[in-house]
């Protein structure tokens, strides 16, 4: 059914129209306010953002042109790398260089550390190391120490200022190669670089911090933010909002030239919207009003038309499952009360109409098993009988007592074929009975082997229901074979389940019958050939449905093989079972 067309779907879509063009509207207002605010403070806070990236940039450019001046033109730089390192020549030229970094440094460097780095001698010159604690410093020279001697030409640190990481102190390294095997460099701390929050007014709540070009954040507030992580900066974004504990931050952020850093200011949502509080409280009410009224009057609806047609629907799925005994209880509603009546009425006639078709269905199930078990009777008969005569006509008489033996065990077994189920212990005897009068009948050419697993020889079975395809084999299974023809016969129990397969080394089935017995067509002709394989087939079907399950192919070698799938325990075997107990 289209749920389309049902009350409920068109009663939902008509809330809907009325309910969502109104919360929308009000929804968008209150969104185009918030985000031209949000717009212009970020706009605000994006130029001062700039403004201070290009007064770092500034101060760096100040920086990188004193280390190439002095890789230039400053005579100590250029003969440090031509010294023996244990002459008194070398220590005074490395002090000279010390003092006039120091000099430089304490009055007119905006950077923590220059140093100068003898590539030769492996011998690191570094100013006073602006540091926290003794431990923090000796990490930040070990650290500085380290990109010196794997740094060589050509690498970043000598082409703009590189964003590093010491422990856990980030700074910005940029070394400059005098070209006569001495390096000049210089280390600043990010923290040392940080905006002053006052001076760029982010709020009380906002923070600055320096991130990669990639967006990771290096240093900043965002840890004391509350913010879930470190979060990722999107420089391609006007602006960008993130979620903290306490507020939503608005996020800018701007490139800092020759760096491959960038500054990040974070302002707190909240004070930056606090003009529109109460214009904001007041619209996010009316949406709140809007569906609570609209919610009210949808549960009228409910309990008015969409509750009753739901019990009458659910009452149609019941009956649908087949459970006949549901009926509608009463309705405040006039119409629905008659409707349900109705109903009930209904459901009372169908289920007197069922029971009368389902005995009648019974009946002529039970007459067409019948019909098929009386038509597998007599198909053994007039083999049978050929066999005595030849027998009788040369006076075998020892092997017409082995034959007639076999034929009254095989003919009292067929007696039972009235009964709905044999043990399939009992269908095993006769099958043996009915090979030895083949091995009578055919000395030295048949063989075969039974074997019946443990718990398996009460299980119950339709009566020659195996017969037919072993009848088979051994019609059509051994001609012009030189050896022996073969028949191997297993049952056994596999979970909950019966299995019996049947096997032989014959010439196994053509391929287009294999193809039509596989596929089930072959079962649905009506010629009278193959009758007992098709009764066989037709009889599992009738009596355990999908339950049962006929599987046919041919063997690697030769032969042919076939397997039947009984449940072990169906209603129709417990009530024999028990019948046969009592």
């Known amino acids: 059914m289209n749920p389309k067309r049902s009350l409920r779907y068109k009663l939902i879509v008509g809330f809907v129209t009325i309910a969502l063009p109104l919360v929308c509207l009000l929804l968008y207002s209150n969104y185009m306010a918030s985000n031209s605010v949000r717009e212009q403070a970020a706009e605000s806070n994006r130029s001062m953002i700039a403004l201070y990236s290009n007064q770092i940039q500034s101060a760096l450019a100040v920086e990188t042109n004193y280390l190439y001046d002095l890789a230039s033109y400053d005579a100590d730089i250029l003969s440090l790398g031509r010294l023996d390192g244990e002459s008194s020549e070398y220590t005074l030229t490395r002090v000279r260089i010390l003092n006039s970094l120091s000099r430089y440094n304490r009055f007119d460097s905006s950077v923590d550390t220059p140093f100068a780095y003898s590539v ?29 001697e794997e740094a060589r030409p050509g690498s970043p640190y000598f082409t703009q200022w590189k964003a590093i990481s010491c422990g856990d102190t980030y700074g910005l390294l940029r070394i400059v190669d005098s070209g006569s095997g001495v390096y000049l460099g210089a280390w600043v701390r990010l923290d040392h670089l940080m905006v002053p929050l006052e001076l760029i007014q982010l709020g009380r709540e906002g923070f600055a911090a320096f991130a990669s070009l990639e967006g990771e954040l290096l240093h900043g507030g965002a840890a004391a933010s509350g913010l879930s992580g470190w979060p990722v900066i999107d420089s391609a974004a006007n602006y960008q909002r993130l979620k903290g504990e306490d507020d939503t931050y608005v996020v800018v952020s701007h490139p800092v030239a020759s760096t491959d850093v960038k500054l990040a200011a974070f302002i707190p949502e909240q004070g930056m919207l606090q003009n529109l509080s109460r214009f904001r409280e007041f619209i996010s009410w009316i949406p709140v009003f809007v569906v609570v009224l609209l919610s009210l009057y949808l549960l009228y609806l409910n309990h008015i038309i969409i509750r009753p047609m739901n019990e009458l629907l659910k009452g149609m799925r019941t009956l649908k499952r087949g459970d006949w005994a549901f009926r509608l209880a009463g309705s405040p509603s006039r119409e629905f ?10 459901v009372q006639q169908i289920q007197t109409l069922q029971i009368h078709v389902y005995e009648e269905q019974i009946r002529t199930h039970k007459a067409e098993l ?11 008969l007039l083999n049978s009988i050929n066999v005595v005569y030849n027998l009788a006509q040369i006076k075998n008489y020892g092997v017409i007592q082995a034959m007639c033996l076999n034929l009254v065990k095989y003919f009292r077994f067929a007696t039972k074929t009235g009964q709905p189920f044999v043990a399939l212990a009992e269908e095993m005897e006769h099958m043996d009975s009915y090979l030895r009068i083949q091995q009578l009948r055919f000395p030295g050419r048949i ?54 397969r049947i096997a032989d080394n014959g010439s196994g089935f053509p391929e287009e019958v294999l193809e039509e017995l596989q596929s089930g067509s072959y079962f649905e002709r009506n010629d009278d050939q193959h009758l007992g394989m098709r009764n066989s087939y037709h009889r599992l079907h009738l009596l355990y449905g999908i339950g049962a399950r006929l599987s046919l192919g041919n063997g690697q070698d030769s032969g042919a093989w076939v397997e039947l799938e009984i449940p072990a325990e169906s209603k129709e075997q417990s009530d024999w079972l028990i019948s046969r107990s009592g």
């Open 370 to 380: 019948k019909h098929l078990q009386l038509q597998i009777n007599p198909h053994f």
């Open 120 to 148: 030769a001698h492996r011998d690191f010159i570094p100013t006073q190391i602006r540091s926290g604690s003794y431990d923090e410093m000796l990490r930040i020279r070990e650290c500085l120490e380290g990109r010196l």
């Open 337 to 346: 009360h008659s409707v349900n009546e109705s109903f009930n009425d209904m």
């Open 447 to 500: 063989t075969y082997r039974i074997e019946v697993g443990d718990n398996a020889g009460d299980i119950p079975i339709p009566p020659l229901i195996v017969q037919p395809f072993i009848e088979n084999a051994v019609k059509h299974g051994f001609d012009f074979m030189d050896e022996p023809f073969h028949i191997d016969i297993q049952a056994r129990i596999d979970r909950e389940s019966c299995l019996i």
